[in-house]
């Protein structure tokens, strides 16, 4: 008898789960099945989607960009200029810097109509880097040594297995160049700034909201209440509306994609379409 008790004892346990969690389970189904995105998309977070929608949105006037970020990497910040760049055709777009705007972060404003900057923000940095680290000598003392095969004179480039070679340096050093020629060339473009005097305004070069509009980086000091004016007057809208995320649609999104991972987690195999 104890063998049969110890021989069905998963099963036992499984309807022991069903039997204690099925009315919560059935809950959240519930849940999920009203609130649930209607795409696997929906239930990403937003990122460059929200410019898009703006320019799509006939309703919308006019788009308000806060920024307050110390930058990134290169390739996402030439995507969110470029996509500004595009707006802006169809709608003003004003960019707020209310803490840091620099590097990266800078680089994705720069198309704007007007870049206003809090008197207390950071502005600048417009250089570009790479670094890496070279741990062969703690890799020597505790006795780790890499191998591998490679096709190609420089595809070993920034390993961290060893010191640098002068021409790997060298073939590191085109790609940032290149990076860094582009980046203050559309940043002299947008900001209709000479690009011959560019260690002016860039050379990685840290300034003040006051010292940055007096290189030609922003257009105006001011908070977030000078910002929000200063898109109202360049959309020309009478009533501005402000369009922010509904705190219980938020919650909901929030809801849904939680019971979304304990759906998938209890039942892979549900695909709702």
């Known amino acids: 008898m104890e063998f049969i008790k110890k021989l069905f004892s998963p099963i036992t346990a499984i309807l022991k789960f069903i039997q204690n969690y099925f009315k919560s389970m059935i809950f959240l189904l519930i849940v999920f099945l009203i609130f649930a995105p209607s795409s696997k998309q929906d239930l990403m977070p937003n990122n460059l989607q929200k410019i898009e929608d703006a320019d799509k949105n006939t309703r919308i006037k006019g788009v308000l960009l806060v920024v307050d970020s110390p930058g990134g990497a290169v390739a996402p910040s030439v995507e969110i200029a470029y996509a500004i760049k595009r707006l802006k055709i169809k709608k003003p777009v004003v960019v707020y810097a209310s803490g840091t705007i620099a590097s990266g972060s ?122 929000k004016n200063r898109l109202i007057q360049l959309s020309g809208v009478k009533k501005p509306i402000w369009n922010k995320e509904d705190k219980f649609d938020k919650l909901i999104k929030k809801l849904s994609v939680q019971t979304a991972i304990m759906l998938y987690t209890y039942f892979p195999n549900l695909i709702l379409k």
Do not use: C
Not at 121 to 130: A, K, L, P
Not at 188 to 212: C, E, M, P, W
């Open 106 to 227: 800078y680089y994705a404003s720069i198309w704007a109509n007007e870049i206003i900057a809090n008197p207390g923000s950071m502005v600048g940095s417009i250089g570009v880097i790479m670094q890496g680290a070279d741990f062969s000598e703690i890799m020597g003392k505790i006795g780790i040594k890499t191998q591998a095969i490679q096709a190609g004179k420089y595809k070993k480039v920034g390993t961290l297995d060893r010191q640098w070679k002068p021409y790997e340096i060298n073939e590191l050093n085109k790609v940032i160049q290149g990076t860094y020629d582009m980046f203050t060339k559309d940043v002299a473009d947008a900001r209709g700034l000479d690009i011959k005097k560019r260690n002016l305004f860039a050379n990685a070069h840290i300034f003040t909201a006051s010292q940055a509009k007096k290189v030609g980086l922003i257009d105006n000091l001011g908070v977030s209440y000078d910002a």
